[in-house]
């Protein structure tokens, strides 16, 4: 019985509809923003009242002039990599411990997914309490066992405090991520490697991690992404102080376009400012994941 041959519009067929959705939710949008990001538009003004401008919002940003701007870049970078390394550390640490067989398996992994049912203005709110100075939970067991008050929101820590809450949020995800990943892997090289007298950092070392590097490289692009654009735990937390100690450039974004300057074109300008500089990063790691292993 012969099989019915494929027309050739067929495939086009099949991805219509993600090419459409792609079309109306993805690139329309940001067609639009790149659009009200070549324009002086000014919130509570009507649309009518724009003025094109072209590349002066860029201008602005990229000449040097805005000092809030280039600090706004440097503390996403400096959030995004310590959100991600500590997550992938903290991630496969709990992903190895969960993979083995141990006692209470199902109520620890309970326990680590429990951060992603928590929005993160709930997780930003819980975590300022903790953090207070006179009475949230850290200081009360410093002051009990040292004697000791930190103001962990000081300008000095308040990078690594909100990165803290930030690792606590994406560190489960990772670790599913890592753990799928490790049941997956086949068991055939280990035990053999095991014959040999491997130890278990050797196995992990020359192993695991070789094995699981599409898998790293996949959770490290989702969780670049996710720092980057994180907003809502680190406006609740500091809204992007003391100073400028967190204005990450989503919270630039929001200063600008809808806080005290209202410059709605300029925080277009930043907004897509943030996308391009996570597609650079995308474009990174996609290409490291085409890269052939080393023998």
């Known amino acids: 019985m012969q099989t019915p041959r494929r027309t050739r519009g067929e495939p086009l067929l099949w ?6 959705a792609l079309f109306l939710l993805i690139l329309i949008p940001a067609a639009f923003l790149l659009y009200v990001s070549l324009t002086g538009y000014e919130l509570g003004f009507p649309w009518s009242d724009r003025t094109f401008i072209g590349l002066g919002n860029y201008r602005d940003l990229m000449g040097g002039s805005d000092y809030e701007f280039w600090v706004s870049v440097r503390r996403s970078v400096a959030y995004a990599l310590l ?12 992903a190895l411990l969960l993979h083995k067989t141990i ?18 203005a709930i997780g930003g709110l819980m975590w300022k309490l903790m953090y207070n100075v006179e009475f949230g939970i850290l200081n009360y067991v410093l002051e009990s066992v040292f004697g ?4 962990w929101l000081s300008d000095a820590t308040a990078l690594y405090a909100v990165a803290v809450v930030g690792i606590w949020m994406a560190a489960p995800f990772v670790a599913l991520f890592f753990l799928a990943g490790l049941q997956s892997l086949p068991r055939a090289p280990f035990e053999a490697a095991r014959v040999e007298g491997a130890s ?5 070392r020359h192993l695991t991690l070789p094995m699981l590097r599409p898998v790293i490289l996949v ?3 989702f969780t670049i992404i996710d ?10 937390l500091t809204e992007g102080g003391p100073g400028v100690a967190t204005l990450v450039l989503p919270l630039y974004m929001y200063r600008v376009g809808f806080g005290y300057s209202s410059v709605l074109g300029k925080g277009a300008a930043i907004a897509f400012v943030l996308i391009l500089l996570t597609m650079a990063l995308a474009a990174v790691l996609v290409r490291l994941s085409r890269r052939p292993r080393e023998a």
């Open 15 to 20: 991805i219509l509809p993600s090419a459409l």
């Open 83 to 94: 959100v991600t390394g500590g997550s992938l550390v903290l991630g496969m640490g709990v």
């Open 103 to 120: 006692r209470g398996r199902a109520v620890v992994t309970l326990i680590v997914i429990m951060p992603l049912a928590i929005s993160h």
């Open 148 to 151: 000791l008050k930190v103001n």
């Open 200 to 204: 278990a950092w050797q196995l992990f």
């Open 219 to 221: 959770v490290t692009l």
């Open 227 to 236: 720092a980057l654009r994180s907003f809502g735990a680190i406006y609740l």
